[in-house]
């Protein structure tokens, strides 16, 4: 028991006035949550739907037992400037899920909330909670297994900053690296945003905690702020963690032990094959994660897939070698559209490409070509 409090201490810490600040700002920022065709954007601050949501929940029956930030935007909020722009704005609600009936009475609490957003002069008596679904959820994702039941609504927004809901239960990984292992508590902020006439200060906030599901608080945040990579246990990760590992990279974190990732890494490329064995599966998971990781970021995109080419063409040993090829053409010609879209790719009067010749070539009883009678090297000149 007490090495369980322990831990438990280890691992949750409380945040300073300007880690407080930053979390306000966030809380308090104007996020557009755009519709599709005539639909208007709803202009949407983090604080106002977290309380509602939550309100509406417990209306209902359901019991909320905290509210957290969750992700890159936790990171945010303790340390500035780390090297990536936080996306999503990630909100985690613990609640109980017994039965079917839970998840699609939040859903439906949720859909209810966007109404409360619509511009006035909305005639809002006839639009339904499916239209609403259609208009602004731009995903919805219900898991409900032994281990794990939880669900997630996200809210779209064009420059990718997504509002996204997660309602949990339980779930068997929280985090995969310990620089995104970050959840802040947000109940005592609601209550201050509720509850006080005064605005914050250095001398008068709500006392906010922070907790890391990697385990080690203070660990994860020196990572955190030393831009190093660290994990425990890839192999648990959906996709082994290889593509958010790759994104760090290119962001200039590197490993907290060179040696010890140079295993981790191919524990992450079998992982990462394990659950997306198709070259379909993986061509629509690597083009998902650019599209939801690099928005305004397109000169990144390159980087990227150069170094994700190169940690799978390194550590990949699961795969035989037609499979493996397979994958790294992939990657090749992603990064060489992601450059044709860019109008990056230079001048072709300045480039010297190279062709392998046929094994043929070299065989003297070949006679449907003429071969001069001289050394070919292994690599001939375009020009």
Known sequence: MANQEESKSSSVSVLSWEQVSRLNEVLTEVVPVHGRGNFPTLQVRLKDIVYRVRSRLELSGIRVKDVRLNGSTASHVLVKDVGWSYKDLDVIFRVDLPHEAEFRLIKDMVLGTLLDFLPEGVNKEKITPMTLREAYVQKLVKVNTEQDRWSLISLSNNNGRNVELKFVDSIRRQFEFSVDSFQILLDSMLSYYELAQT?????????????????????????????????????????????????????????????????????????????????????????????????????????????????????????????????LHLISLMAFR??????????????????????????????????????????????
Not at 230 to 249: M, Q, V
Not at 354 to 377: E, G, L, M, T
């Open 199 to 327: 605005p914050m200060s250095p001398a008068f906030h709500p006392t906010v905690s922070g907790e890391s599901v990697y385990g080690d608080y203070a660990a994860a945040l020196s990572h955190l702020s030393n831009k190093l990579i660290a994990t425990k246990r890839p192999e648990e990760i959906r996709g082994g963690g290889l593509l958010k590992y790759c994104n760090l990279l290119v962001r200039d974190f590197r490993p907290a032990s060179e040696e010890e990732f140079k295993a981790l890494e191919r524990y992450m490329c079998s992982r990462f094959f394990i659950d997306f064995p198709d070259i379909g599966e993986q061509q629509r998971k690597v083009e998902a994660y650019l599209q939801s990781h690099f928005v305004g970021e397109e000169k990144s995109k390159y980087d990227y897939l150069m170094i994700l080419r190169r940690v799978v063409n390194e550590s990949t040993v699961c795969l035989m070698g037609h499979e493996r090829r397979q994958t």
């Open 338 to 383: 992601v450059l044709a879209e860019q109008n990056a790719i230079p001048d072709a009067s300045c480039v010297t490409c190279y062709y392998q010749p046929a094994p043929y070539v070299r065989d003297h009883n070949f006679s449907n070509y003429y071969v001069a009678n001289q050394n070919i090297p292994t690599w001939l000149p375009c020009n």
